[in-house]
């Protein structure tokens, strides 16, 4: 008996410790006093999207999301310190607010309460952390503006092809890292009142688009392209001053223990 017990928990450990988890981290700064700025659609529709790729992909979803006074870089470190991310993980960083170009770097400076983030030094803290990661998602909802010194979106994801997900997030040899803001230096991205970040809607049909049953060897580049596109498009029509390009970056690294 004391065996076959032993043997059961050997069975659990090892479950628990090659379970995949996809850590989501979300900093959204959903209101601001004084101003007429509503971006609680990002929040809840970001998560939702997550929490259905997880669940497609099979994966446990650490997700710990950050709004009103937690929207500090103080809880950007924290979190970041706080990750334990396993082999084959998916880490996800999203970030809606205001951001601006310093003209020092080609992604934005992020404007948390209580403090500017450089993208990039928060790059460099993940890119610590998540070594070990499959897939290293991030992403800027915000403008990219330079400083000195009627649309009919899909609010919710429904995936349709678990097996394109899984393709897409984790189905490729070694690891990857991909970047993306919703602007390229000197542009202001623009959100919707009711609907959110023009970009975030791009994003997530983008996705839609390409796991859906239809869709055949989805690729980042691919839904990264689509997204450009329709964030152009729907930009534009709020006018030609309005329209807003992404830009992204995407990293592939070999896996010597992949065959």
Request: hydrophobic share 35%; aromatic share 12%.
């Amino acid at each position: 008996m004391k065996k076959l017990a032993f043997f059961f928990l050997f069975i659990c450990v090892a479950f628990t410790a090659t379970a995949q988890t996809m850590h989501t981290l979300i900093f959204v700064n959903e209101s601001e006093p004084g101003r007429q700025i509503d971006r609680t659609a990002d929040s809840k529709n970001m998560k939702k999207f997550f929490t259905d790729i997880a669940q497609c992909l099979g994966y446990s979803n650490n997700l710990r999301s950050h709004t009103g006074v937690e929207f500090t870089t103080t809880y950007v470190d924290r979190e970041i310190n706080s990750l334990q991310v396993g082999n084959n993980d998916v880490v996800v960083f999203y970030y809606s607010g205001h951001g601006a170009n310093l003209r020092n770097d080609k992604w934005p400076t992020l404007d948390f309460l209580d403090n500017g983030y450089w993208s990039s030094r928060i790059l460099a803290k993940l890119n610590a952390k998540c070594a070990k990661a499959k897939l290293v998602l991030f992403i800027t909802d915000c403008c990219n503006s330079h400083i000195d010194n009627g649309i009919t979106p899909t609010h919710s994801y429904n995936p349709t092809d678990d097996n394109n997900v899984a393709r897409l997030f984790t189905g490729f040899k070694g690891k990857k890292k991909v970047i993306v803001t919703a602007a390229k230096p000197g542009q202001s991205s623009i959100s919707d009142t009711r609907y959110g970040a023009i970009f975030g809607i791009s994003f997530r049909n983008a996705v839609k688009e390409n796991t859906s049953n239809d869709a055949y060897n989805p690729t980042w580049e691919k839904v990264l392209q689509d997204a450009k596109h329709l964030t152009m498009t729907l930009s534009a029509r709020y006018g030609a001053d309005c329209q807003h390009e992404p830009q992204y970056s995407i990293e592939q690294s070999a896996d010597p223990f992949d065959e």
